[in-house]
């Protein structure tokens, strides 16, 4: 069962203003067409302002900028404001390893306390690779994201030195800002120079990105964007709130490896470029730098199913297809590279929330079609084989297509749940019959589930047809006689 929302019609009245490059794209829809779908997820989203860049065949082919950069006062957003990028700086940071490690200086494999020997003794055994992908088991600095200010670094430096490990290094994926403060300290110490100069001079100063800063909310920097969320602390609970709320966001000069950089989506995109071109690390740091790392049991862990490793600073998605390497940052910034698709795209905004990681794969899909939800991209490969043919063939034939490959094959399985997020994908897309007919697939193939009944008693019940809607979910109390969700509906229709 999962509420679904798709049924609903959606107005696109958000303001936008757009650059879009000459160059020919390799997407078969108006030009237009983006800007409405962004204009729609900033509308459901609520997202005040945003930057879009594309990157496709080594050229930027779409600079766009949306909304607000600032609510107040009613500041546009264009291609000069910057926004924080948060943990997208970690990214800058795997580079300023890599090339420490082109220049012979640093070795991914060695033990930190080779090049910080007064660590604490359980740190000094975890490899530079370990902090890199988060699997060190060292205690984070940043205890449930507390912030630590300028004035009080060196006392929580201190203090985190003090803490046991809480897990054996290299025993689980764990994300932890302590790791990048001693990359930080790693590259002072190897450079001579401190982090930031080493970052600005080395790739800032290389690629030519003359706003992209560090610094914080107690930093001017010109033309920046104000941040803003929905949710705020109430008794120590986070709750959503109507109306947006300002963001105020410390980050301690030593902890700005973490989350201290400042960016436009153009002069992001003009670093991809730089990366892909060899211009910053040799082809094979490259493939060094977006190689998730392995837990000691061989598995790569992430942030989510998604999001499912993490390699030098960099988040992966591995799948079967379409595979990139993703960037994020402070749930509001993402940048997504498609290694074989030759595309990039970078979306950066000013809502703590947005998670546009969530988002990235429907503007890539613009540009690379079989991306497309509607052709069945992100379904396991069997289920999207049948989606396919099911849209050729019409989706009132799905239950036939199943039961004669099951005839074929008689280890032929269609698992419950993917046929459930088939059905509410269905619906996001306003295919109502056809999802329709994908829940009754699931309520054929899985009798005695009480939540295929309920999926599609709720999508009956959407469609406004009481009567299928009530007989399904008698179904469901029949399975499931506890269920309080159907009970109410049952009593909503009668």
Same mark, same amino acid.
């Given at each position: %069962? ?39 997820? %900033? ?54 390893? %890599? ?6 200086? #640093?070795? #991914? ?32 600095? $940043?205890? =449930? ?19 046991? %490990? ?5 025993? &689980? ?82 902890? &700005? ?65 379409? &595979? ?37 794969? =429907? ?63 269905? $619906? ?33 019940? =959407?469609?406004?047809?009481?009567? #299928? ?26």
């Amino acid at each position: %069962m999962k509420k679904s929302t798709a049924l609903a019609s959606l107005c696109v009245a958000l303001c936008l203003t757009t650059a879009t490059a000459k160059a020919q794209t390799a997407a078969p829809l108006t030009k237009d067409s983006l800007d409405i779908f962004l204009a729609a997820k %900033m509308q459901q989203m609520r997202i005040p302002g945003m930057q879009l860049a594309v990157i496709q065949h080594g050229k930027i082919v779409k600079l766009a900028q949306y909304g607000l950069a600032n609510l107040q006062d009613s500041v546009p957003v264009t291609r000069r404001t910057l926004f924080p990028i948060n943990s997208i700086t970690k990214a800058f940071v795997g580079v300023a390893v %890599m090339q420490l490690v082109e220049a012979g200086k #640093l070795d #991914l494999a060695a033990p930190v306390g080779q090049y910080l020997p007064n660590l604490p003794a359980a740190w000094q055994p975890v490899t530079i690779r370990q902090l890199l992908t988060h699997s060190s088991g060292i205690p984070d600095i $940043l205890p =449930e994201d507390k912030q630590v200010t300028a004035a009080d670094q060196q006392a929580a430096w201190a203090a985190v030195q003090t803490l046991p %490990m809480p897990y054996k290094t290299g025993e &689980r994926f764990s994300y932890n800002q302590t790791n990048y403060l001693l990359l930080g300290k790693v590259i002072d110490q190897l450079s001579g120079k401190p982090f930031a100069q080493v970052i600005t001079e080395k790739q800032l100063q290389v690629v030519d990105m003359p706003r992209t800063a560090f610094g914080d909310a107690h930093d001017v920097l010109r033309g920046s964007a104000r941040g803003y969320t929905y949710f705020h602390a109430v008794d120590g609970q986070l709750q959503r709130t109507q109306q947006p709320q300002n963001m105020f966001e410390v980050f301690a000069p030593m902890l &700005r490896t973490a989350a201290g950089l400042n960016s436009t989506a153009e002069e992001m995109a003009h670093w991809v470029l730089a990366l892909q071109q060899g211009k910053l690390l040799q082809p094979a740091s490259l493939t060094t730098l977006w190689t998730p790392g392995l837990l000691n049991n061989g598995t790569t862990r992430g942030f989510s199913k998604q999001l499912n490793g993490y390699a030098l600073g960099w988040p992966t998605v591995a799948r079967p297809e379409h &595979r990139a390497v993703a960037a994020v940052g402070g749930g509001r910034s993402a940048v997504f590279i498609y290694p074989e698709d030759d595309l990039a795209v970078v979306v950066l905004t000013n809502l703590t929330g947005a998670n546009p990681d969530r988002f990235v794969d =429907e503007i890539a899909s613009y540009y690379v079609p079989d991306m497309r939800v509607a052709a069945g991209f992100g379904m396991p490969p069997q289920l999207r084989a049948l989606h396919n043919e099911l849209r050729q063939r019409g989706f009132d034939h799905a239950l036939e297509l199943v039961r004669k490959e099951q005839k074929k094959n008689t280890g032929y399985t269609l698992p419950e749940d993917e046929v459930n997020d088939w059905g509410y994908s269905l $619906l996001r897309q306003q295919q109502v019959p056809q999802a329709v007919e994908v829940f009754k697939l699931n309520v054929s193939l899985h009798p005695k589930s009480a939540n295929c009944y309920d999926s599609l008693a709720e999508t009956y019940q =959407e469609l406004g047809n009481k009567t #299928l809607a009530a007989k399904n979910y008698r179904q469901v109390l029949k399975l499931d006689p506890k269920s309080q969700n159907a009970a109410d509906q049952l009593r909503k229709l009668q």
